[in-house]
């Protein structure tokens, strides 16, 4: 799901690596999150698969409760408009490298194990707290938010996404606020 709509760079990861998966499962960048909706696509082997069935029986019979909704259609298209009219796969591909470098820059702090990161998304990894699993990770998103910074815990590993629409200014605030949250926990 991180992958798409832009964060690295392209359209999806797929395109950044140069593959064809089978089928591609995308949801909160299609409307930028602002109404949920969710969508697959297929390879065309899959969709005949499911096309292909007995006359009888309904193409790909899984609920149509919401399928098609106007008001996340709607902002689906909104959204995808704007990500067209504000260039921003390019833009998030020319903010990468700078992202990337300040990213790095954490190297060396202490407890930090492992720095990882494609386009604008990024990980730093901190080593546990014995015998309390995530809680430096935690701790350390707590401070971040507390300085107006939001990033997430996923285990011991604060995890970043910065927006489209950020400039070097932002990362750079970004990265102090991680620095000097993991240097305090």
Do not use: W
Request: net charge negative.
């Amino acid at each position: 799901m991180i992958t798409g709509f832009g964060r690295t760079g392209k359209a999806f990861a797929a395109d950044t690596f140069g593959v064809t998966p089978d089928m591609i499962t995308f949801a909160k960048g299609v409307t930028n999150g602002a109404v949920p909706m969710g969508g697959v696509i297929v390879s065309e082997k899959i969709y005949h698969a499911f096309l292909n069935g007995p006359e009888e029986q309904i193409e790909f019979f899984h609920g149509y409760t919401y399928s098609g909704h106007p008001l996340a259609s709607a902002a689906a298209v909104a959204t995808l408009d704007i990500y067209k009219e504000e260039d921003l796969f390019d833009r998030s591909k020319e903010l990468a490298p700078y992202f990337e470098e300040a990213l790095h820059s954490l190297k060396g702090l202490p407890n930090v194990i492992d720095i990882r990161n494609l386009g604008l998304m990024g990980g730093v990894e901190l080593d546990p707290i014995p015998g309390s699993p995530g809680k430096r990770a935690n701790d350390t998103f707590v401070t971040c938010y507390q300085n107006g910074v939001l990033v997430r815990a996923a285990g011991d590993t604060i995890a970043l996404t910065p927006s489209f629409i950020a400039s070097k200014h932002h990362i750079d605030k970004i990265i102090e606020t991680i620095k000097t949250a993991i240097k305090s926990n």
